[in-house]
Nanobody, 114 residues
Framework: VQLQASGGGLVQAGGSMRLSCRAS????????MGWYRQAPGKERELVAI???????NYADSVKGRFAISRDNARSTLYLQMNSLKPEDTAVYYC?????????WGQGSQVTVSS
């Protein structure tokens, strides 16, 4: 399984950005997938997750602003981020869980300027 992330960059506060994560070597719809982020000096935290045969959950800090989705035909997971805030600045990682094994994308830097 390989995850190739894209997107990220610099955006002004209040702006929007979309991250993508393309999976290969697996079938997207059969797995739990999510987005995590890690800010400097902080631990990696969950942003949003689509649980296999289960609900979609969001961190309280991004509810109503971020949306996770996936295109099974393109084997791609997305994170649409709206109303971005400086505190959303972090490296964002996609994760896929297959048969109890965690696979991570390479990380995308998102910087929100005030």
């Amino acid at each position: 399984v390989q995850l190739q992330a894209s997107g990220g960059g610099l955006v002004q506060a209040g702006g929007s950005m979309r991250l993508s994560c393309r999976a290969s070597g697996t079938i997207l719809s059969f797995n739990t997938m999510g987005w995590y982020r890690q800010a400097p000096g902080k631990e990696r935290e969950l942003v949003a997750i689509m649980i296999k045969y289960g609900p979609t959950n969001y961190a309280d800090s991004v509810k109503g602003r971020f949306a996770i989705s996936r295109d099974n035909a393109r084997s791609t997971l997305y994170l649409q981020m709206n109303s971005l805030k400086p505190e959303d600045t972090a490296v964002y990682y996609c994760k896929l869980v297959e048969y109890g094994v965690n696979y991570w994308g390479q990380g995308s830097q998102v910087t929100v300027s005030s």
